[in-house]
């Protein structure tokens, strides 16, 4: 049994420091005990993960699986494996909060500064009164401490960030834990163990280089869509458009934004209906749109909005959260229609150029241009607006 004094004053030292042969040692430990004693002072039992193909590392049991693997290359110079442990009753509102949050990357070998000194994305850890209560430089390798307290619960959780940086392995860890499932001296030694367990299986050097590459990729995938939207609108007589002011061509309005990107509006005005008084109120909502024709019922290509005065003032709205009018058509229409007494639908679609998951709607206009006939018949039978009669259109 290894006395208590002994134990206290072994506890004090750093596990590096503890392990040197250099340091003497107030007891002799047998290689069994030695082992005892490592596990005691590393804190946490580790299980060992793989990081893909690429490498293996023993993490804490209580961060769980990984999880968001969608984003581990969503930084140009780093691998980011992120494993996490979260409150559950907290986390129900949405927003996402744990008891630890581990990030352990694989930087490239051109890894800048400026990225070690943010966060991996998916390290979103809100910290409320941070410090920094441990910061040591040994050759390649950096360790720091933040204390803060964790905005879980209106007095907040005591907490550390334990972040570990290996230039010459490439190996960046960065961990969250709440002190009452991890304390200050326990995290040290665990974030020390993780270090020592990381294995590169498989240089990812291939992997950075199509991650660096990316950038130009997609900035040319961009300029292919927008050239291809242009020659689309260009082929149906909507060449030169100016953002901000729409134009009509065959019973639609089209509309070009270029800020803060590139954008086009597909626009028809449908008619009114009456308010329920003449000084506005509260708009009659659309049914849920349905276009009956070819052969079965399909939802239609964009939504049905309107333009009404309530609560003392004019708004433009939609049930199904799709963008607003653009500003030119938003300027042009709220000078046409300011009656209060009168509430104006349109029918509106909107296409973001560079971020449509194919070509389809940047090769043509029919998408939505088939479609209009229907749905003017749909309003011109009150079938659009229940419970109303439908005026038309103001010219």
Request: aromatic content about 10%; proline content about 8%; glycine content about 6%.
């Given at each position: 049994?290894?006395?208590?004094r002994?134990?206290?004053?072994?506890l004090?030292?750093?596990?590096?420091?503890?392990?040197?042969?250099a340091?003497?040692?107030?007891?002799?430990?047998?290689p069994?005990r030695?082992?005892a004693m490592?596990s005691?002072l590393q804190?946490?039992r580790?299980?060992e993960?793989?990081l893909?193909?690429?490498?293996?590392i023993?993490?804490?049991?209580g961060?769980?699986?990984e999880?968001?693997m969608?984003?581990?290359?969503?930084?140009?110079?780093?691998l980011?494996?992120?494993f996490?442990?979260?409150?559950l009753?907290?986390?129900m509102?949405?927003?996402?909060h744990?008891?630890?949050?581990?990030?352990?990357?694989?930087?490239?070998p051109?890894a800048t500064?400026?990225s070690?000194?943010?966060?991996?994305r998916?390290?979103?850890?809100?910290?409320?009164?941070?410090?920094?209560v441990h910061?040591?430089?040994?050759g390649?390798?950096?360790?720091s401490?933040?204390?803060?307290?964790?905005p879980?619960s209106d007095?907040?959780?005591?907490?550390h960030?334990?972040?570990?940086y290996?230039?010459?392995?490439?190996?960046?860890?960065?961990w969250?834990?709440?002190?009452?499932e991890?304390?200050?001296a326990?995290?040290?030694?665990t974030?020390?163990a993780m270090?020592?367990?990381f294995?590169?299986i498989?240089?990812?050097?291939?992997?950075?280089?199509?991650m660096?590459?990316?950038?130009?990729?997609?900035?040319?995938?961009?300029?292919?869509?927008?050239?291809?939207?242009?020659?689309?609108?260009a082929?149906?007589?909507?060449?030169?458009?100016?953002p901000?002011?729409?134009?009509?061509?065959d019973g639609?309005?089209?509309?070009?934004?270029?800020?803060?990107?590139?954008?086009y509006q597909?626009?028809?005005?449908l008619?009114?209906?009456?308010?329920?008084?003449?000084?506005?109120?509260?708009?009659?909502?659309?049914?849920?749109?349905?276009?009956?024709?070819?052969?079965g019922?399909?939802t239609?290509a964009?939504?049905?909005?309107?333009r009404?005065?309530?609560?003392g003032?004019?708004e433009?709205?939609?049930?199904?959260?799709?963008?607003?009018p653009?500003?030119g058509?938003s300027?042009?229409?709220?000078?046409r229609?300011n009656?209060?007494?009168?509430?104006?639908?349109?029918y509106?679609?909107?296409?973001?150029v560079?971020?449509?998951?194919t070509?389809?709607l940047?090769?043509?206009?029919q998408?939505?241009t088939?479609?209009?006939?229907?749905v003017?018949?749909?309003?011109?039978?009150?079938a659009l607006?229940?419970?109303?009669t439908?005026?038309?259109?103001?010219?």
């Open positions: 049994m290894i006395p208590h002994t134990l206290l004053s072994l004090s030292l750093p596990l590096p420091l503890l392990l040197s042969p340091v003497p040692s107030p007891v002799a430990l047998t069994l030695q082992s490592l005691f804190g946490e580790l299980m993960r793989r893909d193909r690429v490498a293996t023993k993490v804490p049991k961060v769980k699986e999880s968001l969608g984003a581990r290359s969503d930084q140009n110079d780093r980011a494996f992120t996490g442990n979260k409150y009753w907290a986390s509102s949405g927003m996402a744990y008891k630890q949050l581990l990030v352990v990357s694989i930087m490239s051109d500064a400026e070690l000194a943010r966060y991996p998916t390290f979103r850890i809100s910290r409320n009164k941070p410090k920094v910061d040591v430089t040994r390649s390798v950096s360790l401490v933040t204390a803060y307290s964790y879980v007095d907040g959780e005591p907490s960030i334990f972040e570990y290996d230039r010459s392995r490439r190996l960046h860890i960065v969250h834990a709440v002190v009452k991890v304390s200050l326990s995290g040290l030694q974030v020390e270090a020592t367990s294995r590169m498989a240089d990812p050097a291939a992997q950075f280089t199509e660096s590459d990316r950038p130009r990729r997609e900035a040319a995938e961009r300029a292919r869509r927008r050239e291809l939207a242009q020659r689309t609108l082929a149906a007589g909507l060449g030169g458009l100016v901000g002011r729409p134009v009509l061509k639609v309005y089209v509309e070009w934004m270029s800020d803060p990107e590139p954008r597909l626009f028809v005005p008619g009114r209906v009456r308010a329920v008084s003449a000084q506005g109120g509260f708009p009659p909502r659309p049914t849920p749109p349905l276009v009956t024709g070819g052969g019922q399909t239609l964009g939504s049905i909005g309107w009404a005065f309530r609560e003032e004019w433009f709205s939609n049930n199904e959260d799709a963008y607003l653009l500003e058509l300027k042009m229409f709220a000078a229609y009656d209060p007494g009168e509430v104006f639908y349109y509106v679609a909107t296409v973001r560079e971020e449509e998951d070509d389809d940047l090769t043509s206009l998408w939505f088939r479609g209009v006939p229907e003017q018949r749909l309003w011109r039978e009150g607006v229940r419970g109303t439908p005026l038309p259109p103001r010219d």
